[in-house]
């Protein structure tokens, strides 16, 4: 949930490690630090808040120094606090650690540690790490690389680390176990990060670190090792993405700029993969007619947004390809002992690729037997290389904590699955799935189509952004984007809300509707529309305020809000309906005054279980 970056080269350190933790700080941003190389010292600034207090600190500081490591925080183990900001320095100021992750026996390292003489002056985990180091710097190597790998053996849990130490004062060692770390290579300069983006403008090659693997990077040379320290040789990725779509481009805010890129991540999703007059192109994937008729059930997992996505998914596979779909999210289905063999098929859906319950969930999955099959918008993120298969979203960077463009996207590459699973089955018929071919390729214009109609939404924001409790209702694909909608408002706007299924609001719900109670129903699904609309008179009578979001016609003079979007295929209605509750709760929290990009006690990617 944090950022690391580091930097080995010839320029001031600082200004590059600030520049990254800013890029960065969508992921954690309660507290900020750096340690830079000053003459063979360490030096080390750190406060609470955001990269922008670390960034007036070094003015009043300056580091200078051209080998550094830095951090932002999201914290786990102690309260936000200067203390407990990375980095985290050893009792004799030689070595410094930023960390990510958490180590799940650090009482028992720290209390062992304690018994050999070392003070601890922060609450959290990391502390023990550049002690441990310096243990065994002093008791069994005289090696830098050699004394990380000892400590990192002991230690249990998650962790991406960089280390600085003034006994090899040219160096950063990183490491990491069950965290992303990458090493970013341009002319005489190396970056280390937690994530591409902060370093996307130094570079597009990457060594991407797996499980264990240590890099020693010096200015003229990195070198890697495996987890017994014999040199390995690692292939440098290019990761395409351009560094202006990692910027505001003229937007207030990721949030607002990632809803509008929407009509082109869709296309970009589509890419060639729908060609006219012929069979879907899915080159990711090899699964033959004999191996999509032999699962007895495709298992669809992923956390938030992205399990919202596997809901809707569930339909589109049901209804076109006939198999079973079971949709579960990540941190219940890790621990449920699920029914899975070889003829279960498990979809994996994540934006970040780095979702530690998604991670644990697809590890559980494939010793049980079942391919496994990765949706993921990150390039060669731990998720992708886990899997047997990955099929990337293509949706560019998503900043915003808040997923937008990722669920449609993610909505729209399930859809052209199902429909290849379909076609290899022969389980619908052409013509069906030409038309839902069709209704896929001219969605993007109708979500523009919606962008451009936006202000009934902006008068929704203005005249409710007061209120305590809202709801969200609808039947089918409807409800399943009233989840959606709600989670919106609830991360963005901290206004307490309830997706629900409009027949079950009578179960129990109901009791809470009273007078100026909102309630948002979506209600595209024609069959279903009278059986929705007398739910909405339900609560009306009992004194709500009605906004429906519809494509069907159907007399609205009760309702306070009214808004008609365009028609499509039922099993892609989410994608459409989907556009308006992003822009409420993106409103609503702007009339908030809230930090839409960064909500409270969230983080974009949850890499700690
Ligand atoms: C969505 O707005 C949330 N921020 C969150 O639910 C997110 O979708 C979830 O944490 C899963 O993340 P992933 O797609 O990166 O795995």
Known sequence: MCGIVGYVGNRKS????????????????????????????????????????????????SLNGAIGIAHTRWATHGKPSTENSHPHLDNSKKFAVV?????????????????????????????????????????????????VQLACND????????????????KIIAVRKDSPLVIGKSNFETYICSDVLGILA???????????????????EIKFFNKT????????KSIEWDFSTAEKNGYDDFMLKEIYEQPISIRETIGSKLPIDAPSNLDEITFTRKYL????????????????????????????????????????FRYR???????????????????????????????????????????????????????????????????????????????????????????????????????????????????????????????NCNIEHAFFIGRRMDYLVSLEGSLKLKEITYIHSEGYAAGELKHGPIALIENGINVITIITDQE????????????????????????????????????????????????LSVIPLQLISYYIAKEKGLDVDKPRNLAKSVTVE
């Open 202 to 220: 130094y570079t597009k090659d990457f060594y991407i670190l797996n499980d264990y693997e240590y890099a020693e990077i010096s200015k003229d």
């Open 155 to 170: 230690l249990i849990g998650s962790f991406a680390i960089a280390v600085l130490s003034t006994y090899e004062p040219n």
């Open 229 to 236: 320290l014999q040199p390995i040789e690692k292939e440098i």
């Open 337 to 463: 002992n699920p029914i899975i063999n070889e003829k279960t098929l498990a979809i994996f859906i994540s934006q970040s690729g780095e979702t530690a319950d998604t991670i644990a969930a697809l590890k559980l999955a494939k010793s049980k037997g079942a391919k496994t099959l990765a949706i993921c918008n990150v390039i060669e993120s731990t998720i992708t290389r886990e899997a047997d298969y990955t099929i990337y979203t293509h949706a560019g960077p998503e900043i915003a904590v808040a997923s937008t463009k990722a669920y449609t996207s993610q909505l729209i590459l399930l859809a052209i699955i199902a429909i290849h699973f379909a076609e290899v089955l022969k389980s619908t018929d052409t013509e069906t799935l030409n038309t839902f071919k069709n209704d896929i390729l001219s969605i993007s214009n109708k979500v523009s189509e919606i962008l451009e109609n936006i202000d009934i939404l902006k008068e929704f924001a203005q005249d």
């Open 14 to 61: 600082s200004e590059i490690l600030l520049n990254g933790l800013s890029r960065l700080e969508y992921r954690g941003y309660d507290s900020a630090g750096i340690a830079t190389m000053e003459r063979n010292k360490i030096a080390c600034i750190k406060t609470k808040g955001k990269v922008k207090s670390l960034i007036d600190l070094e003015k009043e500081n």
């Open 528 to 575: 279903l529309m009278d059986k929705t609309l007398s739910n909405v008179h339900e609560v009306i009578s009992r004194g709500a305020r009605i906004f429906a979001i519809t494509n069907l016609n159907f007399p609205h003079n009760d309702f306070d809000y009214f808004l008609n979007i365009p028609k499509t295929n039922e099993l892609l209605s989410p994608i």
């Open 293 to 332: 008729s032999s699962l007895n059930k495709i298992f669809i997992i992923g956390c938030g947004t992205a399990m919202h996505a596997g809901l809707v998914a569930k339909a589109m596979f049901e209804n076109l390809c006939n198999i079973p779909v079971e949709v579960d999210i990540a941190s219940e």
């Open 99 to 147: 960390h990510n992750g958490i180590i799940e026996n650090y009482k028992e390292l720290k209390s062992f540690l304690q018994k050999n003489g070392y003070t601890f002056y922060s609450q959290t985990d990391t502390e023990i790490i550049p002690n441990l180091i310096a243990y065994y710097y002093k008791k069994m190597t005289p090696r830098f690389l050699e004394a």
